[in-house]
């Protein structure tokens, strides 16, 4: 990177550190499009990020998560916390009509400078959506807010992904969604730390909350380290919320802050652990990759890759080769 676009970097994390809303949109977009502006900031701005609290809300179309982000917006306003929140779209950046509505919804904070609402294309991230919304959130919480939100919906693998590598997961049901849903709520589950049953206010949340619970009480003891997505180590609690009438709010944000106080604490540091590590394994990946694919190495990359697609060279050679190749680079 140039002597210039080091410079520039450092001057937008600064500005966007000391309350600049453009100036943090403009890194925000940099982080998306993976630019070198976006990294230097990134490393300058992560000693101050590990504060905010951020929690992943995720759950089927139509459960109400942007209606509950919308709520928990306003409750934590009144608790006179700063509020951020990334929603990922999950259509492509042209179409995201999804969106539409969402931002038409948060459009009463947009004189707010204490809330801040980023949406996020999904699409389009070669090394996974995952390390572009943690080096977001980095930015947001280097940027103060205490609480971040992280709305995904909870169809895809990666939006998942995105969501259980917050402090705290949320996950949104809504009563009587069908078989469908019932399908995809047992691998949902299994990233909860809370679960909500919203729509509180239509036949059925009751009876939808026990299920939800006797399926919570069904899956083995939650066992620290036990699990290849980070410990989970206390049973979820399920609440049910209205989120259209703000019913049920507070409670979940205490539940939040519940959580929270367990994840700061004994458990906490593995979680913490687990999650960084994923971080970094992410970061590291994309570098291979990157080399790999540079000028000096396509065309060897490629044609490896080849013969492992044809069997004539196994996938653990192949990966050896590679990694020589690269160290012989180093040497
Ligand atoms: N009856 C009822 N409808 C709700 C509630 N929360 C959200 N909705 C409605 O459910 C629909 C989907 O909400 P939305 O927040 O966009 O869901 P998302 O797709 O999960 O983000 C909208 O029409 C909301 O107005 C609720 O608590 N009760
Ligand atoms: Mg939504």
């Not at 909870?154 to 019932?182: C, F, I, L, N, R």
């Not at 394994?281 to 190495?297: C, G, Q, S, Y």
Request: glycine letters at 8%.
């Amino acid at each position: 990177m140039t002597a210039d676009a080091g410079a520039k970097a450092a001057a937008l994390a600064d500005a966007a550190v000391a309350g600049d809303r453009l100036a943090l949109a403009r890194l925000l977009t940099a982080v998306e499009n993976r630019s070198p502006i976006a990294e230097a900031a990134l490393r300058s701005l992560f000693p101050m990020a590990g504060r905010a609290h951020l929690v992943g809300i995720t759950g089927p179309p139509g459960s109400g998560k942007s209606t509950l982000v919308a709520a928990l917006i306003a409750e934590a306003r009144r608790a006179g916390r700063t509020v951020a929140v990334i929603a990922v779209d999950p259509s492509s950046p042209i179409t995201g009509g999804a969106l539409l509505g969402d931002r038409v919804r948060m459009q009463a904070y947009a004189d707010d400078g204490d809330v801040f609402i980023r949406s996020m294309a999904s699409r389009g991230h070669a090394g996974g959506l995952a390390p572009t919304s943690a080096a977001a959130a980095a930015v947001l919480d280097a940027a103060g807010f205490d609480l971040i939100l992280i709305e995904t919906v909870g169809t895809g693998q990666s939006e998942v992904e995105v969501a259980a590598a917050a402090d705290t997961t949320v996950v949104v049901e809504a009563p009587e969604m069908g078989d469908e849903v019932q399908a995809i709520k047992a691998g949902l589950l299994e990233v909860a730390d809370v679960v909500v049953v919203n729509k509180g206010d239509k036949p059925g949340a009751q009876r939808t909350a026990s299920q939800l619970r006797a399926m919570l009480v069904a899956t083995a003891p939650r066992d620290a380290g036990a699990s290849s997505s980070g410990p989970r180590p206390k049973r979820p609690e399920v609440l049910i919320t209205t989120a259209a009438t703000g019913d049920g709010i507070p409670e979940l944000l205490a539940a939040l802050d519940r959580h929270r106080g367990l994840d700061r604490v004994g458990e906490s540091t593995a979680a913490r652990h687990t999650r960084a590590e994923a971080h970094v394994w992410a970061i590291l990946a994309e570098r291979l990759r990157e080399r790999l694919h540079d000028d000096a190495h396509a065309t060897a990359t490629m044609a490896l890759l080849d013969e492992v697609a044809d069997h004539r060279t196994d996938p653990y050679t192949a990966a050896d080769l590679l990694l020589g190749a690269l160290r012989s680079d180093d040497a």
